[in-house]
């Protein structure tokens, strides 16, 4: 398993209010069944009957508040009337109908599923198979890769219009792109920045406006003049304004259709387009629903039929469903593009694809429809909705505006993936091919409270009142900013949780999980970066014996139980097969702190001896521009780090870049593949074939006898760096089909 390495100069290291548990080295696999008095058992297909061996019953929970504590109420029906604000307008917590403080069991249930998957070694759910976007100019690998996508053979992106054809959208080309210098617009009042000015958004006047020009007798390409009015012997266009960005200096002009050589946009990169985490809020901003015309866009940010677009299209990217090979689009020529792996191409394969774990035998799992080895599951777990029943009025808090949180960006590579801190910023992996990382984890939020300020803390620091009163008045100008009611410190809530047919061991995890370590404490509900959330949770573990009860009248078959009998079952079997999966061992700690692995979740959890509220407070924006590696848990809490097996994260020796070193490894010698010969099999799904890597653009493709398609390597990552154009490899084709293509998993070399 690749580990993260610590950043060794304070320079280079990171600070967040949230940290990440490793992945482990192998999945505790419950799918063949779970030993019962000495015969295995599926108990998760026997909902019919209660299970002789099992464990059924209730464990009864009480919850306290260690910091104010935020979740959001539904959206309720007064008078006849739905609630029809924002959710970020809805300041009111999660209540019963008399208004007392309520924690829904579905909150209750998401958190301890989570530190129920860490503790029993079960997969990491769910990881996003979204690629992430990228755009950058900076000198460094990135900036070079996105520089290589940018321009592809001297050819930059083009320009063209949206158009839609019944239900499917697509792209025609304009028959020329011309450039404007932004001095002539502004002699037409158009308020073009000529220094970057990120608050700047095009104005409609002459936003994809009709517009005439004189071109640049000198320079075909370029238009000097520009008129919003008909103007005599000039030429048509369209304008397109773009946003400020340093040394940007002109504007664009989209003239004529190719109406013959339309591209079709395939749905999935249409909706990945209109993605919350593509469409900036500059976007947002810039592109309001209804302007130009009055609800011409399905949402604001979203694009709409007619509207200039810059596109991409590559021969390698062409598919059954993307014939003209479309790469991406954008609003701006210099576009975002996505890259070439997402989150969960980075879960190792033994991680991601192993059978049953033991928290979905428990929790349950959601099925995929049409695949034999992820039908669904039900659970046999239930969360009640959890209630307070003390105090008054005095419950909540004042209404704030909290400091703006943004939701998680796995952009921020630095943070969540492995890196090797020791190395420059030039060293940094990535979401790209060959690049040697995984995700970091199971991504948890430290507890952190500043006892002197409270409250004050977690509110925005600039205008406070002002946007308070902004944000609850009928037409609010602030688009960033919510309000929030917390329940305050020191409420207690009441709740229950009921399972059926438990075994020993699944009942130790779901005991294991709330009873945590001594000085630990959970985290729940919104505003956890803050500091919001943190809660002591108590239980007490009633057990139900079906058959006593339904054999006796006098006798309920209810008995308390401490619950240790199955927390120790459960940490021998955790701990036997951390030491047969090569997880590093502390033998200097007792029960589930063995395993070093299972530390970084305690550290991260602890309460008592936190680290200081400052040293997990988010950076500035002037840090960050550095990309810092964030260190383990292990390092913020000034532990020593577990002596992890090495094999540290290293970014793709292959890359054509003016900062990167060539590797000190001889390359693999290139052996010509033979040449296709009529006796060749069809390649089929399920086949384990030959085949010659090859390189295509900035990444590595498969052929294979017989065949002229080339074949999506679905691990890139796998392949040795020192490899080179035409090595013969061994593949294990995942996927073939006319719409698909052909995929293939990287086996080895040959």
Same mark, same amino acid.
């Given at each position: 398993?690749?580990?993260?390495?610590?950043?060794?100069?304070?320079?280079?290291?990171?600070?967040?209010?949230?940290?990440?548990?490793?992945?482990?080295?192998?999945?505790?696999?419950?799918?063949?069944?779970?030993?019962?008095?000495?015969?295995?058992?599926?108990?998760?297909?026997?909902?019919?009957?209660?299970?002789?061996?099992?464990?059924?019953?209730?464990?009864?929970?009480?919850?306290?508040?260690?910091?104010?504590?935020?979740?959001?109420?539904?959206?309720?029906?007064?008078?006849?009337?739905?609630?029809?604000?924002?959710?970020?307008?809805?300041?009111?917590?999660?209540?019963?109908?008399?208004?007392?403080?309520?924690?829904?069991?579905?909150?209750?249930?998401?958190?301890?599923?989570?530190?129920?998957?860490?503790?029993?070694?079960?997969?990491?759910?769910?990881?996003?198979?979204?690629?992430?976007?990228?755009?950058?100019?900076?000198?460094?690998?990135?900036? $070079? %890769?996105?520089?290589?996508?940018?321009?592809?053979?001297?050819?930059?992106?083009?320009?063209?219009?949206?158009?839609?054809?019944?239900?499917?959208?697509?792209?025609?080309?304009?028959?020329?792109?011309?450039?404007?210098?932004?001095?002539?617009?502004?002699?037409?009042?158009?308020?073009?920045?000529?220094? @970057?000015? @990120?608050?700047?958004?095009?104005?409609?006047?002459?936003?994809?406006?009709?517009?005439?020009?004189?071109?640049?007798?000198?320079?075909?390409?370029?238009?000097?003049?520009?008129?919003?009015?008909? +103007?005599?012997?000039?030429?048509?266009?369209?304008?397109?304004? +773009?946003?400020?960005? #340093?040394? *940007?200096?002109?504007?664009?002009?989209?003239?004529?259709?190719?109406?013959?050589?339309?591209? #079709?946009?395939?749905?999935?990169?249409?909706?990945?387009?209109?993605?919350?985490?593509?469409?900036?809020?500059?976007?947002? *901003?810039?592109?309001?629903?209804?302007?130009?015309?009055?609800?011409?866009?399905?949402?604001?940010?979203?694009?709409?039929?007619?509207?200039?677009?810059?596109?991409?299209?590559?021969? %390698?990217?062409?598919?059954?469903?993307?014939?003209?090979?479309?790469?991406?689009?954008?609003?701006?020529?210099?576009?975002?593009?996505?890259?070439?792996?997402?989150?969960?191409?980075?879960? @190792?394969?033994? $991680?991601?694809?192993?059978?049953?774990?033991?928290?979905?035998?428990?929790?349950?799992?959601?099925?995929? !429809?049409?695949?034999?080895?992820?039908? %669904?599951?039900?659970?046999?777990?239930?969360?009640?909705?959890?209630?307070?029943?003390?105090?008054?009025?005095?419950?909540?808090?004042?209404?704030?505006?909290?400091?703006?949180?943004?939701?998680?960006?796995?952009?921020?590579?630095?943070?969540?993936? +492995?890196?090797?801190?020791?190395?420059?910023?030039?060293?940094?992996?990535?979401?790209?091919?060959?690049?040697?990382?995984?995700?970091?984890?199971?991504?948890?939020?430290?507890?952190?409270?500043?006892?002197?300020?409270?409250?004050?803390?977690? &509110?925005?620091?600039?205008?406070?009142?002002?946007?308070?009163?902004?944000?609850?008045?009928?037409?609010?100008?602030?688009?960033?900013?919510?309000?929030?009611?917390?329940?305050?410190?020191?409420?207690?809530?009441?709740?229950?949780?009921?399972?059926? /047919?438990?075994?020993?061991?699944?009942?130790?995890?779901?005991?294991?999980?709330?009873?945590?370590?001594?000085?630990?404490?959970?985290?729940?509900?919104?505003? *956890?970066?803050?500091?919001?959330?943190?809660?002591? !949770?108590?239980? *007490?573990?009633?057990?139900?014996?079906?058959?006593?009860?339904?054999?006796?009248?006098?006798?309920?078959?209810?008995?308390?139980?401490?619950?240790?009998?199955?927390?120790?079952?459960?940490?021998?079997?955790?701990?036997?097969?951390?030491?047969?999966?090569?997880?590093?061992?502390?033998?200097?700690?007792?029960?589930?702190? &063995?395993?070093?692995?299972?530390?970084?979740?305690?550290?991260?959890?602890?309460?008592?001896?936190?680290?200081?509220?400052?040293?997990?407070?988010?950076?500035?924006?002037?840090?960050?521009?550095?990309?810092?590696?964030? @260190?383990?848990?292990?390092?913020?809490?000034?532990?020593?780090? #577990?002596?992890?097996?090495?094999?540290?994260?290293?970014?793709?020796?292959?890359?054509?870049?003016?900062?990167?070193?060539?590797?000190? &490894?001889?390359?693999?010698?290139?052996?010509?593949?033979?040449?296709?010969?009529?006796?060749?099999?069809?390649?089929?799904?399920?086949?384990?074939?030959?085949?010659?890597?090859?390189?295509?653009?900035?990444?590595?493709?498969?052929?294979?006898?017989?065949?002229?398609?080339?074949?999506?390597?679905? /691990?890139?990552?796998?392949?040795?760096?020192?490899?080179?154009?035409?090595?013969?490899?061994?593949?294990?084709?995942?996927?073939?089909?006319?719409?698909?293509?052909?995929?293939?998993?990287?086996? &080895?070399?040959?």
């Amino acid at each position: 398993m690749i580990r993260h390495v610590n950043p060794t100069d304070s320079k280079s290291t990171a600070k967040a209010p949230y940290n990440f548990v490793p992945l482990p080295n192998s999945i505790f696999v419950v799918q063949d069944g779970i030993n019962i008095n000495g015969t295995k058992l599926t108990p998760w297909k026997m909902h019919d009957r209660f299970v002789p061996g099992t464990r059924s019953g209730w464990i009864d929970l009480t919850i306290e508040t260690l910091t104010p504590l935020f979740i959001r109420g539904p959206v309720i029906n007064k008078d006849g009337k739905w609630d029809c604000r924002d959710a970020r307008f809805r300041f009111e917590p999660f209540t019963s109908i008399d208004g007392r403080p309520m924690i829904p069991g579905s909150s209750l249930r998401g958190m301890i599923r989570t530190v129920v998957e860490i503790l029993s070694f079960s997969k990491i759910k769910p990881v996003t198979d979204e690629k992430p976007f990228f755009r950058t100019v900076a000198a460094d690998r990135i900036g $070079v %890769a996105y520089r290589n996508r940018l321009i592809r053979g001297n050819e930059k992106p083009f320009g063209g219009y949206i158009r839609k054809d019944g239900n499917h959208w697509m792209i025609v080309p304009a028959a020329e792109v011309l450039r404007i210098h932004r001095d002539e617009l502004n002699k037409r009042k158009l308020n073009v920045p000529s220094k @970057p000015n @990120p608050g700047y958004f095009p104005d409609w006047k002459g936003q994809h406006k009709t517009c005439w020009f004189r071109r640049d007798p000198k320079k075909n390409s370029k238009a000097v003049e520009i008129s919003l009015s008909h +103007t005599n012997n000039w030429e048509r266009g369209t304008l397109v304004l +773009t946003g400020s960005a #340093p040394k *940007k200096k002109y504007d664009f002009i989209f003239v004529g259709e190719e109406t013959g050589k339309s591209i #079709p946009i395939p749905e999935v990169m249409w909706r990945r387009f209109h993605d919350e985490d593509q469409l900036t809020h500059w976007q947002e *901003k810039a592109f309001p629903k209804d302007i130009p015309v009055k609800g011409c866009r399905k949402a604001k940010g979203h694009l709409r039929e007619g509207e200039p677009v810059f596109f991409l299209c590559d021969n %390698a990217a062409q598919t059954e469903d993307n014939p003209k090979g479309l790469v991406f689009f954008g609003r701006a020529q210099m576009f975002r593009f996505p890259y070439d792996l997402s989150p969960r191409d980075l879960v @190792p394969d033994q $991680v991601k694809n192993a059978g049953l774990d033991m928290a979905g035998a428990i929790f349950g799992v959601v099925g995929v !429809v049409g695949k034999k080895e992820e039908l %669904a599951i039900k659970g046999r777990i239930f969360f009640e909705d959890a209630l307070s029943n003390v105090g008054g009025p005095e419950w909540f808090e004042e209404i704030i505006v909290p400091q703006i949180l943004a939701s998680p960006k796995v952009t921020c590579f630095q943070h969540y993936l +492995t890196q090797d801190g020791t190395k420059g910023q030039k060293e940094l992996t990535t979401y790209l091919n060959g690049d040697h990382t995984t995700i970091r984890g199971h991504k948890l939020y430290w507890h952190r409270w500043d006892d002197d300020k409270g409250l004050e803390a977690i &509110k925005e620091f600039n205008r406070h009142n002002e946007l308070l009163d902004d944000l609850q008045s009928a037409n609010s100008k602030d688009t960033q900013h919510t309000v929030i009611r917390p329940v305050k410190q020191g409420v207690v809530f009441n709740g229950k949780i009921r399972f059926e /047919n438990l075994t020993d061991i699944e009942l130790g995890a779901l005991l294991s999980s709330l009873r945590l370590q001594e000085g630990c404490n959970h985290k729940l509900g919104m505003g *956890k970066p803050l500091g919001l959330g943190s809660i002591k !949770v108590d239980w *007490k573990l009633h057990h139900v014996d079906r058959a006593d009860r339904y054999n006796c009248w006098e006798r309920s078959g209810v008995t308390a139980n401490d619950g240790g009998e199955f927390i120790k079952v459960f940490e021998k079997a955790m701990i036997e097969h951390a030491r047969n999966t090569g997880e590093k061992i502390d033998e200097s700690v007792s029960g589930l702190k &063995k395993i070093s692995r299972l530390q970084a979740l305690f550290h991260l959890l602890k309460w008592t001896g936190k680290p200081k509220f400052s040293e997990t407070a988010y950076m500035t924006l002037e840090k960050f521009r550095s990309r810092p590696v964030l @260190p383990t848990p292990h390092k913020v809490v000034g532990h020593n780090e #577990p002596a992890w097996s090495v094999d540290s994260p290293r970014p793709a020796q292959n890359e054509t870049t003016s900062n990167r070193t060539e590797s000190t &490894k001889p390359a693999i010698a290139k052996a010509p593949i033979p040449p296709p010969s009529s006796a060749a099999k069809p390649v089929e799904k399920g086949q384990t074939r030959h085949g010659q890597l090859k390189h295509s653009g900035d990444r590595w493709i498969a052929l294979f006898e017989g065949d002229i398609r080339e074949a999506v390597i679905i /691990n890139q990552n796998k392949i040795p760096h020192e490899v080179s154009e035409g090595c013969i490899a061994e593949f294990f084709i995942t996927e073939q089909s006319k719409k698909a293509g052909i995929k293939a998993r990287f086996e &080895k070399l040959l």
